[in-house]
């Protein structure tokens, strides 16, 4: 239910909180930051301490870059990774096909595959400065709609559109909601943001907390105080 996001400078601050969260926590996200400092190799260290990575370096290039890309995502054993919608319908289709073809091959259990719909540090005048018109919730529904016909488990959203997208395309259609905030915690950046007990009643599948455990004085503290929100 709660991926923690590991938005470090370093592998060893990083591990050092995996090593503190275990037996609480068992899914973290390597992200752009730690992954361009470490490698793949954080990821197995990761999981080397009983842990599921979730890779978000949302990929978004040609269809045969992004699977070479994933290729090594698939090789060091990643529980979920992410594209980005934005690609479009074959980019999708393709690299979908391609993650279940590589794991059949390599006898091993498929990654999750989900796609970036649209950033939760984004609001409507965000996606007008580029271009789009349609309002939020028409732009993440249309995304998330090419994402499921392109053979995809699901999307990144903010967990306010989470309903839109399970009445539409289904309960098993996977959500992955960062911008979470807890009601002690700040925004930051984010714009669109949830409290964790909303994004579990809206019926998100993962919730994505970074800052409000990472920066707290004392993660384990933290996370035991969202579990309780949450409860």
Known sequence: MIIVALDFDNCS?????????????KRFKVGLELFSRCGIEVVKN????????????????IPNT???????????GVWMYNVHALGGYDFLREVA????????KLGIERPLLIA?????????DDLKSIGINSSVNDT????????????????????????????????????????????????NDQKRVVTPKDALTLGTNYMVIGRPITKASNPVLAVKKILEEIN
Do not use: H
Request: neutral net charge.
């Open 13 to 25: 601050k990083a591990l050092k909180l995996v090593d503190e969260l275990k037996g609480r926590i």
């Open 46 to 61: 990761i999981k080397s301490k009983g842990g599921e990575v979730f890779l978000d370096l949302k990929y978004f290039d």
């Open 66 to 76: 992004v699977k070479s890309a994933a290729k090594v995502a698939i090789e060091a």
């Open 97 to 104: 096909e391609f993650n279940r073809e590589y794991s059949d």
């Open 116 to 124: 970036v719909t649209v950033l939760t540090s984004m609001n409507e």
């Open 140 to 187: 993440v529904l249309r995304l998330a709609e090419l994402s499921k016909k392109a053979g995809l488990d699901g999307v990144v959203c903010s967990a306010k559109e989470v309903r839109l997208i399970k009445e539409n395309l289904g309960e098993d259609f996977i959500t992955v909601t960062p911008g979470i905030r807890p009601a002690w915690s700040e925004k």
